[in-house]
């Protein structure tokens, strides 16, 4: 018989070791799948892990897709450590990108070094308000923030739709839903020539490092933290249940928004139905992959960017569908969320008493 | 001389690095009634779940009638005619008496209803069968429980802690229902902490400490000094002293406190009214799901009042009902609640972080973000001053004994130099020592001024403290009673709501 035992406490060897032992029994089972499926096993490997990093024009790109996944996962680990379950962050990036268009959609010749820079400001404001509804139902009437972050989502969508079918379709665009292509000074500048990596990664690292000092160092952030692990604590304390939850979604909604932003602002240059590939999705993965620690966050990006990566590249050169990155993705997060298990348990053999 | 009923040969039985119970003998005679006696943390609990086939040992053997047998699981244990009852009950509310004892009990309604009936007379356990089980008093649950395992013919009865939970009039009728059973031949297994009850019923006492067995004796022959050396391995600490003091200002006060809580099963306040002056200990006395939980969280700010109410509860002479714990710390108030893990203490964190919860005022942070050093220094003395047996400051909270994470709470809130002290069971789960330690404290803190303010089940604890006791009974309060002129059955009289009626 195998039982599972609590530990005395938390073991931080196992804390480190449960996303490498999950990304390692993702890796095993996927390719097992590959190969039920009829696909060259060493060949899936080798373009879905190893040529993201194998050329400088594709390691960039894998530096392209961190910052956005990062900026949205620093936001939503804040508010998961607080047990407030922002699932909307797709919802908020499409607002932000949102917001972000406004200015060169209606300012198409305005010129000057601000524009970028208040084009960020607008889409973090955009995916900020977005969580305002969740949140100010939770607290008002305890209306599950999973459900409303969620279902928010989907408007945001329609909204999208909306404006690229109607009010902002390029007039010159051959009728496609897409907005005009912005100017120059609505493009955040390149920070490293030859490639599409813009300065907005700067802003992601700068997002890890206040996540850093607020979630560890704060008093701030220490009272999210024991209000997501023990909340009648936290009522002992009197720390304010509903300001945890307006902060958490504000903060979860801003980053996403400005990831949104950037988004626009950068790589696609224009406002267009895909702006997302599922940034906010992934980055929930990215977020518990990181062990919802600032630190572990900028690890769990990278290595979530670089699958988008290899998995555009395995279904080219390998023939994968297009479903199996996202399949990959999900089975990543729950062999992390079994892994995590052994952060607070241990396995224990007894012996069977004899009958 | 015919085999024991049961047997216990080298009983162990280890949980992760904690041996609950190392080689237990234990021998329980036909007919008796045997005590099992320890502190908490003694390894009784295990010892009969061990018994019950709740858990399997590691080692060791069990006898009944002199054959070896195993318990693999309660049915197992059952069928041999082994039955428990628990400290906490296992009924349901919403059914009537007959219907749970049905739900194991196998026959017809009216039948069992008869055996009821016919159990109840031949072992003073009245009860009405019909009687919805939400609607009976603590003392009225137990019997049913009683009579649940009688109703399977059991040879050997197994009471955990019985009498903890009921008053002083409700223990003499369990003690008269006992002894009427040993009449009948069947034995009883009675765990208890409570010496002068062991020496008023039982023929055997069998003593644990540490997980071993420190003593097996009769009872009646030992006074209660040596049972409690066996227990707890030296002399019982001396009384406390309440040097009279003259009676300060008021530092809290409940005027007419009405609360009707959000929770369906939550016990409703009625015109509770207090007054609790600097340098006096106030005891609120009363059977645990009277509103001392409800309560308690008004007194602390975890409930809010509505600010239109805000004067039915002053602090330090400010109206407090409607502004939250925080505030009212920052008025000169602390609080140790009875729920240490969870409530008290974040289990998950280290105790450094733990004294920040309340304590970070006291210069923790820096401009909004946390000093470790002084965390880690607050901690530390905290730990030595209240003696918290621990590995130091980086400690999980949840590693820490019921005793030791108390004294670490109520160092944390006594360092906050509280006007006025609120503790709500404050030795609940702790051993005999670190309880002593704790009244000890109590005591020194109402003679240096502070008002204090206990919410105890134990009589004797709010006896041995208090300077005044109020009894909480179905969310109504006393008139405050001294404890020197008043007698214990009195103050039972309240507890069970029987004012005004003979006992």
Redesign the interface.
């Known amino acids: 018989m195998i039982h599972l035992v609590r530990r005395d406490r938390a073991s931080r060897r196992m804390a480190v070791a449960a996303p490498l032992l999950a990304l390692l029994a993702a890796i095993l089972s996927n390719l097992l799948l590959f190969v039920t499926m009829g696909k060259d096993p060493a060949a899936v490997f080798y373009a879905l892990l190893l040529e993201p990093f194998l050329s400088w024009s594709s390691f960039s790109e894998v530096l392209l897709k961190t910052g956005p996944l990062l900026l949205i996962a620093q936001g939503l680990a804040i508010g998961f450590r607080a047990k407030v379950f922002n699932i909307g962050a797709e919802g908020q990036f499409i607002l932000g990108a949102i917001f972000a268009s406004a200015i060169p959609v209606y300012f198409p010749q305005a010129t000057g070094g601000w524009i970028w820079p208040a084009m960020l400001v607008m889409g973090a404001i955009g995916g900020a308000l977005w969580a305002v509804v969740p949140a100010f139902w939770r607290v008002r009437l305890n209306a599950n923030e999973i459900l409303v972050t969620l279902m928010m989502s989907l408007i945001a969508v329609q909204l999208l739709n909306y404006l690229l079918l109607g009010p902002w379709k390029d007039p010159m665009g051959f009728n496609f839903p897409q907005s005009v292509m912005f100017q120059y000074d609505a493009m955040i500048p390149i920070l490293l020539p030859g490639t599409r990596v813009n300065a907005s990664i700067l802003l992601a690292f700068l997002a890890a490092l206040l996540a850093w000092i607020y979630m560890q160092r704060s008093f701030g952030g220490y009272q999210f933290l024991v209000g997501g692990l023990a909340p009648k604590a936290a009522t002992y304390a009197g720390f304010s249940q509903s300001r945890a939850i307006w902060l958490s979604l504000l903060i979860g909604g801003f980053a996403a928004g400005l990831a949104g932003a950037a988004e626009v602002a950068g790589p696609i240059g224009q406002l267009q139905r895909s702006i997302s590939t599922g940034y906010g999705y992934a980055a929930i993965i990215v977020a518990y992959l990181g062990g919802l620690h600032p630190l572990g966050i900028v690890a769990s990006a990278f290595l979530m960017a670089a699958l988008y990566i290899g998995g555009d590249n395995a279904m080219v050169s390998a023939d994968l569908p297009v479903a199996a990155v996202r399949v990959f993705q999900g089975s990543l997060l729950v062999c992390y969320l079994a892994a995590i298990t052994f952060v607070r348990f241990r396995l224990v053999r007894t012996k069977v008493a004899p009958a | 001389m015919p085999a024991p009923l049961l047997s216990l040969r080298k009983m162990t039985k280890t949980y ?2 904690t041996v609950a119970n190392s080689a237990i003998d234990l021998d329980v005679a036909e007919g008796s009634i045997h005590a099992i006696l320890g502190e908490n943390g003694a390894g009784k609990s295990t010892l009969m779940k061990l018994i019950y086939g709740v858990e ?2 590691d080692e060791g053997e069990v006898l009944w009638n002199g054959i070896p047998v ?1 318990l ?1 699981s309660p049915a197992e244990a059952r069928r041999l005619g082994i039955g428990m009852v628990f400290q906490h009950f296992s009924l349901f509310e919403t059914l009537t008496v007959v219907e749970n004892i049905s739900l194991i009990v196998p026959g017809s309604k009216a039948d069992l209803a008869a055996r009821i009936r016919a159990l109840g007379q031949d072992f003073g356990l009245t009860v009405d069968p019909f009687a919805d089980v939400h609607a009976l008093s603590v003392g009225e649950r137990q019997r049913v429980e009683i009579i649940r395992c009688l109703l399977t013919e059991p040879r050997l009865l197994i009471l955990d802690e019985p009498t903890s939970v009921l008053p002083p009039q409700a223990v003499g009728l369990l003690f008269e229902t006992l002894r009427r059973l040993r009449a009948k031949g069947v034995s009883i297994l009675f765990i208890s902490h409570k010496l002068d009850e062991i020496r008023a019923l039982c023929d055997r006492a069998t003593i644990l400490r540490g997980g071993r067995v420190t003593g097996d004796v009769d009872p009646r022959q030992h006074d209660s000094h040596d049972l409690a050396r066996m227990m707890i391995g030296r002399d019982m600490p001396a009384p406390l002293h309440l040097a009279p003091m003259p009676a300060g200002e008021v530092r809290l006060e409940l005027a007419a406190l009405d609360h009707t809580p959000d929770d369906p099963f939550g016990i409703a306040l009625a015109g509770v009214s207090l007054r609790l002056h600097a340098g006096e200990i106030l005891g609120i006395a009363g059977i645990s799901g009277n509103g001392q939980s409800e309560l308690s969280r008004l007194i ?3 409930t809010l009042l509505p600010a239109s109410r805000r004067d039915e509860i002053r602090m330090m002479d400010q109206p407090v009902g409607n502004i ?6 920052a008025l000169g108030f602390a ?1 140790v ?1 009875e ?1 240490r893990l ?8 280290s105790l450094a ?1 733990n004294s ?3 304590a ?1 005022p006291l210069g923790l ?1 820096k401009r ?3 000093d470790r050093q002084a965390e880690a220094a607050f901690t530390a003395a905290c730990i030595a001053d209240f003696d918290v047996r621990t590995s130091g400051p980086e ?2 909270a ?2 820490l004994s019921g005793g030791n994470l108390q004294k670490f709470i109520m160092g944390r809130e006594i360092s906050l130099q509280p006007r006025l002290l609120f503790v709500a069971q404050p030795t609940w789960g702790v051993d005999v020592g670190a309880a002593t330690a704790i009244r000890q404290r109590l005591v020194k803190m109402r003679n240096e001024g502070v008002a204090v303010l206990v919410i105890s089940e134990e009589l004797e604890e709010l006896f041995e403290i208090c300077d005044r006791i109020q009894v909480l009974h179905k969310g109504a309060l006393s008139p405050s009673l001294d404890p020197r002129s008043t007698r214990p059955e009195e103050i039972g009289r309240w507890m069970i709501g029987a004012v005004g009626v003979a006992a």
């Open positions: 992760g690095q399997r040992p195993h693999t602390s700010g975890e939250g714990p925080a505030a009212r710390r609080f609640p729920e969870g409530r008290g203490a974040v289990p998950e964190m972080d920040l919860l309340t970070h942070l909004g973000l946390i400690a999980e949840g590693s």
